[in-house]
Antibody, heavy 118, light 112 residues
Framework: EVQLVESGGGLVQPGSSLKLSCVASGFTFSSYNMHWIRQAPKKGLEWIALIYYDSSNKYYADSVKGRFTISRDNSKNTLYLEMNSLRSEDTAMYYCAKDYSSYILDYWGQGVMVTVSS | DVVLTQTPVSLSVTLGDQASISCRSS???????????LEWYLQKPGQSPQLLIYGVSNRFSGVPDRFIGSGSGTDFTLKISRVEPEDLGVYYCFQATHDPLTFGSGTKLEIK
């Protein structure tokens, strides 16, 4: 059974940093591209980052480019999202998702909440 | 960035009736390889989103055949025939043809 479990969220102050993790199981993690998507409270979904299976390519939404870094450790079956210079507008539920093929998001984690507030 | 405009914003449907959701793109979603990277997701209340349709019209594993995706170019439609109680939630279209990838703003399906 495919499982994606996010962690690392919490309440942080504006300008601070946070690193999210997503531990994968039930599939060969090193063979699949992975994504981060977020959802601000009562708002829609926003795709924010993609990393290829071998970390050869990374893509970001303009809203996080230069502040967030997606990475992975295939030996630990873990996806990361390092978030710097956090802003109030980064407050959201953050989901990791597995890319079945060609950017098809077939499995999602349960999400982890990040709140940026003073 | 590609903007996906979904209509209607909300939809109230009687059980057993059909629902139709439109997703219009600001640019053609047909990639140079001929594939159209357009998907539909459903987020049920309190849950993570789940994949329904990929490549415009292909149902993901386990998705009932009541869900039908269609369209091309810039105009796409998700039809749900014979709406059932478990279909309620917010439906999102999603494009992966152009970078950055983008979601539509969502359509909330309610049951009358």
């Amino acid at each position: 059974e495919v499982q994606l479990v996010e962690s690392g969220g919490g309440l942080v102050q504006p300008g601070s940093s946070l690193k999210l993790s997503c531990v994968a199981s039930g599939f060969t993690f090193s063979s699949y591209n992975m994504h981060w998507i977020r959802q601000a409270p009562k708002k829609g979904l926003e795709w924010i980052a993609l990393i290829y299976y071998d970390s050869s390519n990374k893509y970001y939404a303009d809203s996080v480019k230069g502040r967030f870094t997606i990475s992975r450790d295939n030996s630990k079956n873990t996806l990361y999202l390092e978030m710097n210079s956090l802003r109030s507008e980064d407050t959201a539920m953050y989901y990791c998702a597995k890319d079945y093929s060609s950017y098809i998001l077939d499995y999602w984690g349960q999400g982890v909440m990040v709140t940026v507030s003073s | 960035d590609v903007v996906l405009t979904q209509t209607p914003v909300s939809l109230s449907v009687t059980l057993g009736d059909q629902a139709s959701i439109s997703c219009r793109s600001s640019q053609s979603l047909e990639y140079s390889d001929g594939y159209t990277y357009l998907e539909w997701y459903l987020q049920k209340p309190g849950q993570s989103p789940q994949l329904l349709i990929y490549g415009v019209s292909n149902r993901f594993s386990g998705v009932p055949d009541r869900f039908i995706g269609s369209g091309s170019g810039t105009d796409f439609t998700l039809k749900i025939s014979r709406v059932e109680p478990e279909d309620l939630g917010v439906y999102y279209c999603f494009q992966a043809t152009h970078d950055p990838l983008t979601f539509g703003s969502g359509t909330k399906l309610e049951i009358k």
